[in-house]
């Protein structure tokens, strides 16, 4: 799901100011050790504040467009993203594999700044539609990527379910951001864990 204007200017800037100071190298965690890999991920990472009033508020809507989930459903800790020029993250699920009780649920992809190039998201296994409209929000020229690419949009999120409704896991998700040719891309991730989902027998 593509939403437009998931966030204001003004929420954008704000996220933007609290991150200063605390970017770090990202990592990623395949066997649950954290570590970082190159050939997989080049970008950093800040943690967004919890308490923050205007940070609240994003996590808020968040939750509440996924207002069909129970109370056992929560808003993770929100991270901010940046990714400079060849900076990627290579194709992943946000889920993770190993667990059988509570699971990364859902994902939102924010997009805090368009003034690069490269760097959108890319769904190999899904079908690219036919339809010209989409070609306002998906790269539909001279693209390299199969599958689906969600052009970088400032402002946008792209949404995403990470399990079918009887818990198992969604082939389809697997993603990437793909590397950025210029500039500086930067991004939020909003995950919802739920505690009370288990891995179907």
């Known amino acids: 799901m593509h939403i437009s204007g998931f966030m204001s200017n003004r929420e954008i800037e704000h996220v933007i100011k609290v991150s200063e100071g605390k970017w770090e190298t990202s990592k990623i965690y395949p066997n649950g050790e954290a570590y970082v890999d190159t050939n997989i991920r ?16 994003i996590a808020r809507r968040a939750k509440k467009l996924q207002g069909w989930r129970g109370n056992s ?3 993770e800790g929100m991270k901010a993203q940046r990714y400079g020029v060849n900076g990627f993250f290579a194709w992943h699920e946000d889920y993770d594999g190993r667990m059988d009780l509570g699971n990364r649920v859902t994902t939102f992809m924010v997009y805090l ?9 890319n769904f190999p296994l899904l079908k690219r539609p036919d339809d010209p409209k989409w ?6 020229e001279d693209e390299e990527y199969p599958g689906v690419t969600f052009k970088p949009i400032k402002g946008a999120a792209v949404f995403w379910e990470n399990m079918y409704p009887n818990g198992s896991f969604h082939p389809d998700v697997r993603h990437a951001s793909l590397p950025v040719n210029s500039g500086q891309k930067l991004g939020l991730n909003i995950f919802a864990w739920d505690k009370k989902w288990s891995k179907p027998q």
């Open 113 to 121: 700044n368009d003034d690069f190039t490269g760097g959108g998201t």
């Open 42 to 57: 080049i970008s950093e990472m800040a943690p967004v504040p919890r308490k923050d009033p205007i940070t609240k508020g």
């Open 135 to 140: 070609c306002d929000i998906i790269e539909c």
């Open 73 to 75: 459903t929560f808003i």
